[in-house]
């Protein structure tokens, strides 16, 4: 009997899932048994400009651009 490996535990679907659909992506590496440092610096690199982005528009919108 073989035991399946979960798709967070694989590298290839975590960057597959970090392209197509971020949360997914994160939520996966934060599950896996990867290093913390590894896990906190793809947090900030895909999380990082996001939440930029949104607060920039939030800002822009606010002053009236």
């Given amino acids: 009997m073989s035991v399946d490996t979960p798709w967070y535990e694989k590298n290839s679907w975590i ?16 599950k896996s048994s990867r290093s913390l440092m590894w896990k906190i610096i793809v947090t900030v690199l895909f999380a990082g ?6 607060l920039s528009t939030l800002t822009a919108s606010s002053v009236g651009y």
């Fill in 15 to 30: 960057m597959i899932w970090l392209l197509v659909f971020f949360p997914v992506g994160i939520y996966g590496m934060w």
């Fill in 49 to 54: 400009p996001t939440i930029a982005g949104i």
